[in-house]
């Protein structure tokens, strides 16, 4: 199947600092990725869908300018979490659809745990 | 957008079909069904999606109600490895294409 690689797969900062994490597809366009993220025994919460080229559509209560996303070609995009607090630790995964299929599957990434000390 | 019921958790024995059972009475006409499973600390992973007819693929396969309210994934062979939650989505309608995901079903299986 198709394969979508995030980077890094860990990361520990310290609070107020920024880090960016990457989510490429590896074999095939992606018009649209997906950032969500997971915190210990819950589910995946859906933060944003980004588009290639456009600026990326937020779901309630995410904020934007704490959230940065950039998808500036088919098969990159970037979550950047802005002054990191430890209450921003958590696992995000993106996900990204083929350019060729609305009813096709997404596919995930392997996801990123974020520490934030 | 139309929302699962899944039960919290499942227990299957090894070698024995696991059949995990989704409500989704309020599903509309043009959405899909789709199944994705997460192992601990891993990305979710696709398995199988429909629309009214059956689904069989080389992991699964997904029964839909002929009134496509609810629909049952099943891995006719389970074994260790098919530990993990799994989450029966219904797909937002519009191209868009988002995936929200429910609580799904932990299924644990034993030796």
């Known amino acids: 199947g198709a394969v979508v690689s995030q980077h890094p797969s860990r990361v520990i900062c310290k609070s107020g600092t920024s880090v960016k994490i990457e989510c490429r597809s590896l074999d095939f366009q992606a018009t649209t990725m997906f950032w969500y993220r997971q915190f210990p025994k819950q589910s995946l919460m859906l933060m944003a869908t980004s588009n290639e080229g456009s600026k990326a559509t937020y779901e309630q209560g995410v904020e934007k300018d704490k959230f940065l996303i950039n998808h500036a070609s088919l098969t990159l995009s970037t979550l950047t979490v802005t002054s990191a607090h430890p209450e921003d630790s958590s696992f995000y995964i993106c996900?990204?659809?083929?350019?060729?299929?609305?009813?096709?599957?997404?596919?995930f990434g392997e996801g990123s745990r974020l520490t934030v000390l | 957008d139309a929302k699962t019921t899944q039960p919290p958790s499942m227990d299957c024995a090894e070698g024995r079909a696991a059949n995990l059972p989704c409500n989704h009475s309020t599903i509309s006409g043009n959405e899909y069904v789709y199944w994705y499973r997460q192992i601990h600390s891993q990305g979710p992973q696709y398995i199988i999606h429909?629309?009214?007819n059956n689904e069989t693929n080389e992991m699964a396969s997904l029964i839909i109600t002929e009134d496509r309210k609810s629909s049952t994934l099943i891995l006719p062979h389970a074994t260790l490895r098919d530990t993990a939650v799994y989450y029966c989505i219904v797909r937002v309608s519009g191209n868009t294409g988002k995936l929200i995901f429910g609580q799904g079903t932990t299924l644990q299986v034993k030796p």
């Open positions: 996900s990204a659809r083929s350019a060729s299929g609305y009813t096709g599957e997404l596919f």
């Open positions: 429909g629309l009214k």
